[in-house]
Every structure is written in structure tokens, then in C-alpha cells.
């Protein structure tokens, strides 16, 4: 299966996800516009984001970075993030447990 294969889902303004769902996790492809922003969330899910190309800055409790392809942002279950794209990117998340609203 290629990623492109995957039916394409808008599940934010500007935030276009594809979705593969395991038992215990799942992965999420995503095509972000410039510009747009994620606010301020926290959910039971632990997260790692890569950045794959683009730049995106990330608050993470009380710390803001911007990632650039190649970054990692670990976010453990329950802590407070937000993330803005300042270039259109390209990220793949993973969710330990299963997203089950991205299903």
C-alpha cells in the first residue's frame, strides 16, 4: 500500500491527515497548510510527531521549538500542545493507544 492510497481526511482547517490503525496505535500522515495552527489540546494518547519536511513550531508544556525535517517532539499523555505551521508541511504522528476519532 502506498500513503497516497489512503483516503485523505481534512480533520482541522488546513490539516489533511491519512490514518493507519493498528491495535495498540495509530499513525497519521500529514499535509499542513502555511499558516495554519493547532490550538492549545491535550488528550490520553502518547504522541511522537516527525517533522518530514517543512518547518513547525510546537509548544509542549511550557516549551516552544521549532522543528525542522528530521525533528522528533515526543509529547507524553495529558500534557498541554499546540503547533503552528510556519511553512507547509508534511508530518507522520504516532498514537500509542489507537486514535479512535481519527477512525
Not at 492510497?5 to 499535509?31: A, C, L, N, P, T
Amino acid at each position: 500500500m502506498k500513503i497516497t492510497d489512503i483516503e485523505q481526511k481534512e480533520v482541522f482547517k488546513g490539516f489533511k491527515g491519512r490514518f493507519v490503525h493498528m491495535e495498540s496505535f495509530s499513525i497519521g500522515f500529514w499535509e499542513i497548510e502555511a499558516g495554519c495552527e493547532l490550538p492549545l489540546h491535550s488528550h490520553i494518547h502518547e504522541q511522537t510527531t516527525e517533522v518530514i519536511e517543512g518547518e513547525l513550531e510546537m509548544t509542549c508544556g511550557d516549551v516552544t521549538k521549532i522543528y525542522t525535517p528530521g525533528m522528533i517532539a515526543t509529547i507524553p499523555s495529558n500534557v498541554p500542545h499546540k503547533g503552528k505551521a510556519i511553512t507547509k508541511c508534511k508530518l507522520t504522528d504516532v498514537f500509542c493507544p489507537v486514535r479512535e476519532d481519527y477512525k
